[in-house]
Every structure is written in C-alpha cells, then in structure tokens.
C-alpha cells in the first residue's frame, strides 16, 4: 500500500460463497459532503492516461451539475482466497492514486469502489447497482480490425450498459510542423 493510503480503511466490503473479499469501497477523507450515487457518474479508472481524460470530462459534468461527488470503479483479476485479502485493496488504491489526488486537489469528494473480475461486466453492474447517472470510461483508441478481435472494455460497456455511457477519448497529439 502507498504511504499516503496507510490511513485509508474500507467503508465497505462484499464477500463470495467462500468467503473471498470480492469488493471493497473507499470514501474521501478530505472532502465532505459526498452526494447520493444517483446524482453522481461513475468513472471507470484502470490507471491509464485515457481513463484520466475520462476523469477529467467525469469532473467538468459534474460541476456542470452542481454535483462535486464522483464514484469511482476499478477492476482487477481475479486473486486467490488470500492474496484477495491482503491485495485488492491495495491494488485499487495504487490504480486510483493520481485520480483521487486530483479529485481531492479540486475538491471533490469520492468513493472509490474495488471490484473483482472481468472489467466490463463488473463496471457494468456497479453503475447499475449504485443507480448512478452513467458511467465514464477512456478510449485507447483501438483499430477497427483491433476492435473486433479482441474487443475492448469500452465496448462491453456501451453494448451491456442500461443507461448512459460517456466514452472520452485522449484529445490528439499535436502535429509536429515539418521545416523545408
């Protein structure tokens, strides 16, 4: 766990049928109040630039709103009885640091929820099971051809998601001037 995070404790947490953590949720520390789900958007992070756009758009919809609450999803492989124990918290938090440290530098509060499993599908149902007002996810920008044979998360979640999906792109590289 990063030193910075050895203060933060799970507000919450899911267990399966054999008693594996499966699901942890984090809220701000630094800010209060945190808004109901309903009013707020999910912002799918995995730790990349292009889940930080996303954030970024997630941040500008939200002040646009009056909302200054931002729920935050983060999903990672499944993880044996024990390592799920001891890691998954620390590996949501780690993917989650720059995010939530620039949500507490802007004011904002947030939840950040800890999830177990395939990306999309578990995204997908948080959104869902929060009643948030959408969902928020990076782009990486994949090749037709790419996109058809190995998908994306992005993807999955406008083809399974029930309500809005907001999908944010990278703005592009500037072009670099050629001298004759």
């Known amino acids: 766990m990063l030193d910075a995070d050895a203060h933060?404790?799970?507000?919450?947490?899911r267990?399966?049928?054999?008693?594996?953590?499966?699901?942890?949720?984090?809220?701000?520390?630094?800010?209060?109040?945190?808004?109901?789900p309903a009013d707020c958007w999910c912002v799918a992070l995995d730790g990349s630039r292009h889940s930080m756009h996303a954030l970024?758009?997630?941040?500008?919809?939200?002040?646009?709103?009056?909302?200054?609450t931002l729920d935050l999803g983060t999903v990672h492989h499944w993880l044996s009885l024990e390592a799920a124990e001891k890691e998954l918290g620390c590996?949501?938090?780690?993917?989650?640091?720059?995010?939530?440290?620039?949500?507490?530098?802007r004011g904002f509060a947030w939840r950040l929820h800890v999830r177990m499993g395939e990306p999309a599908p578990r995204l997908v149902e948080l959104t869902q099971v929060l009643g948030?007002?959408?969902?928020v996810v990076g782009a990486r920008g994949l090749s037709a051809v790419e996109g058809?044979?190995?998908?994306?998360?992005?993807?999955?979640?406008?083809?399974?998601?029930?309500?809005?999906?907001?999908?944010?792109?990278?703005p592009a590289a500037p072009k670099e001037k050629v001298a004759c």
């Open 8 to 13: 933060v404790v799970p507000t919450g947490e």
């Open 15 to 36: 267990r399966d049928e054999h008693g594996r953590r499966i699901a942890l949720t984090f809220d701000s520390t630094l800010v209060r109040p945190i808004a109901p």
């Open 56 to 68: 970024t758009e997630a941040m500008r919809l939200a002040t646009e709103s009056g909302v200054r």
């Open 91 to 105: 590996r949501g938090l780690a993917t989650s640091a720059d995010a939530r440290a620039l949500l507490d530098a």
């Open 132 to 135: 948030a007002r959408g969902i």
């Open 148 to 170: 058809l044979l190995i998908g994306s998360v992005a993807q999955q979640i406008i083809y399974n998601a029930h309500g809005a999906v907001l999908v944010v792109r990278a």
